[in-house]
């Protein structure tokens, strides 16, 4: 349980959590971190803390460096539990540490832990706090991820601590992006973006300008999640800019799920036929499949199908499910088509259709549908049905 230094006495001190599969309801097949870091000066700041089962890690990373009760600050960039969860101990070992956070922040920590009979410093973006040699700055980030939430910037060193933004869900022993493997890395900080922050896209877009309307250089961006950005940083902003702006490719994502495989069978062949057309196709039976994962290649996907059979007079209830859990992230710029079949009322492709335009996506009309199993002549019309697709996408 030892500090890693990011720069001269600024240290990470967090937790890994190799274990963690499901994170309220997100699936993490690689785990996560908790990442928490440290600057000594005259004056000495943690920035954020873990998950509470972690406290211990913590305390014994912050030992590697200082002993806890000499804590002036404690920064609390967001008050979710995996970044605060440690907090009120921190505070009990930190008898001196004065609360840094924005106001939401301190309302947060008031109903979360009851913290309220402590010294804070409420902050706001352009506000500063000197450490001696080091100074923090602030930039208020709200709804990145919740109302409360800030970045920290170091300002000698060019550290950003942006707390949840940039972040992944990836557990590792080692701390930096270019240590971990930066394709991995960019891969699992797509699925995050698409999961965690998609719906709050036009907000991140409006932060990043702000930041680039600060100039403000970044030798390093260390989020709260994941690996630590040190090289090649402009690589995940220009990612997120791209993910805002809902920037996709060639590429569909074929989602569905099947009674007596007639679904299965056109979603496979449309999946063929598209991929013969130098299309990137992704393939997802619903019931078989991380939704999370799927919702990471909607967001560079240029065009959704969606099948489903008719069941109970409605779509099968697992598409029904990856729609209502699709509608809350946001999505924008998709273009949809929709599949599958019914025994005696085409009623899936109804449902569908009022949850896509929930979603204020355009729609491919019109919908494919075969009764029942799908016969040569059917298949002949899908591959038609995959031609309109394909130039929907461009190809
Ligand atoms: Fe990683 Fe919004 O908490």
């Not at 979603?359 to 029942?372: D, N």
Request: with cysteine; net charge neutral.
């Amino acid at each position: 349980m030892t500090p890693v230094e990011l720069k001269d006495k600024i240290y990470w001190v967090g937790a890994v959590d190799y274990d963690v599969r499901d994170f309220h309801g997100y699936v993490t097949p690689r785990g996560t971190s908790y990442n928490a870091y440290l600057i000594r000066d005259e004056k000495t700041a943690l920035v954020d803390t873990v998950k509470k089962e972690f406290l211990g890690d913590l305390l014994a990373r912050v030992r590697g460096v200082i002993d806890p009760a000499g804590l002036d600050y404690l920064v609390v960039n967001h008050v979710e539990m995996d970044h605060s969860g440690a907090v009120p101990d921190i505070l009990e070992a930190a008898p001196r540490a004065v609360i840094v956070c924005t106001q939401k922040g301190r309302e947060g920590l008031e109903k979360h832990y009851g913290i309220k009979d402590r010294a804070f410093r409420i902050v706001k973006t352009g506000d500063t706090l000197a450490l001696g040699r080091r100074t923090l700055q602030f930039i208020t980030a709200p709804m990145i991820h919740w109302p409360d939430s800030m970045f920290t910037y170091v300002v000698e060193d060019k550290v950003l601590l942006p707390n949840d933004g940039f972040g992944q869900h990836l557990a590792s022993p080692k701390r930096f992006a270019d240590e971990v493997g930066e394709d991995l890395c960019m891969e699992e900080a797509a699925k995050y973006y698409a999961n965690i922050l998609m719906p709050l896209g036009s907000v991140i877009a409006k932060k990043l300008e702000e930041i680039a309307r600060l100039e403000l250089d970044f030798d390093i961006i260390a989020p709260s999640h994941g690996a630590i950005w040190r090289r090649n940083t402009g690589r995940i902003l220009r990612a997120y800019q791209d993910w805002t702006a809902f920037k996709a490719g060639p590429k569909v994502t074929i989602v569905f799920d099947t009674m007596w495989h007639s679904t299965e069978k056109m979603a496979h062949f449309l999946a063929e036929h598209l991929a013969r057309r130098k299309i990137e196709v992704k393939v997802y039976k619903v019931r078989a499949s991380d939704g999370s994962q799927i919702v990471r290649d909607i967001l560079d996907s240029r065009v959704l199908l969606v099948g489903s059979p008719t069941l109970n007079a409605d779509m099968f209830w697992t598409v029904g499910g990856f729609l209502t859990y699709l509608r809350g992230l946001k999505p924008k710029g998709k273009k949809v088509g929709i599949f599958g079949s019914y025994g005696w009322s085409e009623a899936a492709s109804k449902m569908i259709r009022r949850d896509i335009e929930a979603m204020g996506l355009e729609i491919l009309e019109p919908a494919f549908e075969v009764q029942y199993v799908p016969g040569e002549d059917e298949m002949k019309k899908l591959e038609a049905y995959a031609d309109r697709v394909a130039a929907a996408v461009g190809q």
